[in-house]
């Protein structure tokens, strides 16, 4: 019997996928970056039918490319070599809400949106949150370990997870969704899968973390002088309000212009200044006096000229139309055409003098050169993309290797990560390479090894061939 037959004897018929037209949407990722090759996509439903597809998979010495939503950034979710594509969507149940342990275990393709909305259910908040949560899959933002626009006060996926169920590469199912806080028996084993890419097993299920619902919330939309004045005011910002600091975004004129430019019907509150934030304060008890505690924060700095202009979203229609803009950056971007994506983490401290000095030595390289700068700041987060001025975006792109030595050359000299939240994929397999220790590569080769000896997991991702 071949593959496809043993595959659609497990998951039906209806399950498999190899009509030309129906697998584009699974080959192509978001960007457009990368196209695949695949003999199949296989959908099981449950995860007893996903350990039965990996176990045929694995004698048949198939690859195997677990997918999502297929709304990675870096072609981590996109087959190489004809590998068998697993989608997890259909494994989309809320298995149970516990909201006196602030818990609830949810499958693998539950898209992120529907997990926000079963915890709003129960007067809980599920706090991860990214422009493409209404695609996005739980199971997929654990193996990328996605972070989004509240990491500052909630933590990424791998903060907000207790317990994962995974199929394993020979198809045994690892049981470990434990709903604890506390459990000091030994290795931490869920933390390995969580941001793994789906190269070390295939996530079925898991306990996220719940947390009390804010009651008071306030968006504000500042502009500031430099972006050390905006490290200035996240400092502030902490110092009166503490915790309370649930978003901090910064973003350049540059990308503003663009969704100014491409999507006109976003309306972007102050006129256009070189740089910009988004903050966010949150709190549990309705009365909290955030726009007094944001208005003391802020008095000193607009004296002295730290934050030249502020405006406070008055109700939650003018505080969503604030966090639009933000999140409709990608999208303008998009339209704009290709650029050089990065997505760099450092410490708070080091932002101001890495964005000025990369700014001195890229135009110095490339004088015709686009500066996109954008990102999550209270967590030393930046997205920092590069076009040209004018001229065909493409041929551009054939610089990737120069800019790329020149943006991470900076990151790793202020200690910081070439991947803060997207991870590797097949984009930056060179670049891990490059500046992971070989120690550190030594140790990640082994812990692949003791996984998935055969390679058939996602083969071609993280490490490359
Ligand atoms: C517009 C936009 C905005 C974004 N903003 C942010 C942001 O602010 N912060 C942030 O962190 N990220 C952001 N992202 C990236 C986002 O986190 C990821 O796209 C998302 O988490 C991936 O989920 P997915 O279900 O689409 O996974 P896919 O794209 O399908 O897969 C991603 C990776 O996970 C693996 N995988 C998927 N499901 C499983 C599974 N069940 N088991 C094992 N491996 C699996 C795949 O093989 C692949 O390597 C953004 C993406 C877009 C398109």
Not at 323 to 333: D, G, L, N, T
Request: glycine residues 8%; contains cysteine; hydrophobic residues 45%.
């Amino acid at each position: 019997m071949s593959l496809i037959d043993r595959l659609a004897a497990i998951v039906g018929r209806d399950n498999i996928i190899t009509e030309p037209a129906a697998l584009e949407p699974y080959l192509v990722d978001w960007r457009r970056r990368y196209r695949g090759t695949a003999q199949c996509v296989v959908r099981p439903g449950n995860t007893a039918e996903v350990a039965a597809v990996v176990a045929a998979c694995a004698e048949a010495g198939a690859g195997i490319v677990p997918q999502g939503g297929n709304t990675g950034l870096v072609g981590g979710g996109i087959s190489k070599n004809d590998e068998v594509i697993v989608s997890l969507t259909r494994l989309n149940r809320i298995r149970s809400v516990d909201a006196d342990n602030n818990t609830m275990v949810v499958e693998a393709g539950v898209i992120l949106q529907h997990a926000q909305e079963a915890a709003a259910q129960v007067n809980r908040l599920f706090p991860l949150s990214l422009a493409a949560e209404g695609s996005a899959t739980i199971g997929g933002n654990i193996s990328t370990n996605a972070g989004g626009v509240q990491v500052l006060h909630y933590g990424n996926m791998r903060e907000l997870v207790l317990g994962l169920e995974v199929v394993l590469p020979d198809g045994r199912i690892w049981h470990g969704l434990r709903a604890l806080r506390k459990d000091n028996t030994g290795y931490d084993l869920k933390q390995l899968f969580i941001g793994a890419e789906g190269t070390l097993g295939l996530v079925t299920a898991a306990v996220l973390k719940l947390f009390p619902r804010p009651q008071a919330q306030l968006t504000a939309w500042l502009a500031v002088r430099s972006p050390a004045a905006a490290v200035t005011v996240l400092s502030r910002l902490r110092e009166t309000c503490g915790e309370r600091v649930t978003a901090f975004e910064l973003m350049a004129q540059t990308p503003l212009s663009m969704v100014r430019q491409h999507l006109p019907q976003v309306f972007i509150p102050l006129v256009p200044q070189p740089w910009q934030v988004l903050v966010e304060l949150s709190d549990t008890w309705r009365g909290a006096p955030l726009a007094d505690m944001l208005n003391e924060a802020l008095q000193p700095l607009l004296e002295r000229g730290d934050v030249t202009d502020a405006v406070l979203a008055s109700n939650e229609m003018q505080a969503k139309a604030m966090w639009r803009v933000r999140e409709s950056i990608p999208e303008a971007q998009k339209v704009e055409g290709y650029s050089i994506k990065h997505d760099i983490a450092m410490p708070v401290s080091a932002i101001p003098a890495f964005i000025e000095r990369a700014a001195v030595e890229l135009e110095r390289a490339f004088p015709n050169i686009r500066i996109v700068c954008f990102g999550h700041v209270g967590d030393g987060n930046l997205h920092y993309n590069l076009s040209p001025q004018a001229g065909d975006d493409r041929d551009f792109l054939a610089n990737t290797a120069t800019v790329n030595r020149i943006v991470h050359d900076l990151v790793h000299y202020v200690g910081g990560s070439i991947s803060a939240e997207h991870g590797i994929g097949q984009l930056k397999i060179s670049e891990l390479a490059h500046y992971k220790s070989e120690l550190e590569l030594v140790l990640m080769r082994g812990i692949k090894q003791t996984f998935d000896s055969g390679n058939l997991l996602n083969p071609g991702k993280l490490f490359g061939e």
